[in-house]
């Protein structure tokens, strides 16, 4: 059983950067996911549990950045250019693996979850 503990979450403005933050109880391939009121979660990046293979969501290639802290198991999600419409509950997910290299873009590859950080973005 991996658990999970999120922070970082908050009320920002348009333009505004935060940073959010996922420490597991082991190592894993991890991943963020979001969910806005009245829509499906989904995919916002994932990382390797080595930490050399990440990939992005489209919407937010470019203003996220994800990385991880092996030492500490955590995982970092950086969101530079926040924009209303990334107002959502952001959670973390948690994979084992043996393959350090691979990650995982669906949320059902992920047996573990975090209970959700709020990120509210205000025009």
């Known amino acids: 059983q991996v658990q999970l503990a999120e922070s970082g979450g908050g009320l920002v403005q348009a333009g505004d950067s935060l940073r959010l933050s996922c420490t597991a109880s082991e190592s894993a391939a991890m991943g963020w996911f979001r969910q806005a009121p009245g829509k499906e979660r989904e995919f916002v990046a994932v990382?390797?549990?080595?930490?050399?293979?990440?990939y992005y969501a489209d919407s937010v290639k470019g203003r996220v950045t994800i990385s991880r802290d092996n030492a500490r198991n955590t995982v970092l999600l950086h969101m530079n250019n926040l924009k209303p419409e990334d107002t959502a509950v952001y959670y973390c997910?948690?994979?084992?693996?043996?393959?350090?290299?691979?990650?995982?873009?669906?949320?059902?590859?992920?047996?573990?979850w975090g209970q959700g950080t709020q990120v509210t973005v205000s025009s």
């Open positions: 990382i390797s549990a080595g930490g050399d293979s990440t």
């Open positions: 997910a948690a994979r084992p693996t043996s393959y350090s290299h691979i990650y995982f873009k669906d949320r059902q590859s992920y047996p573990y």
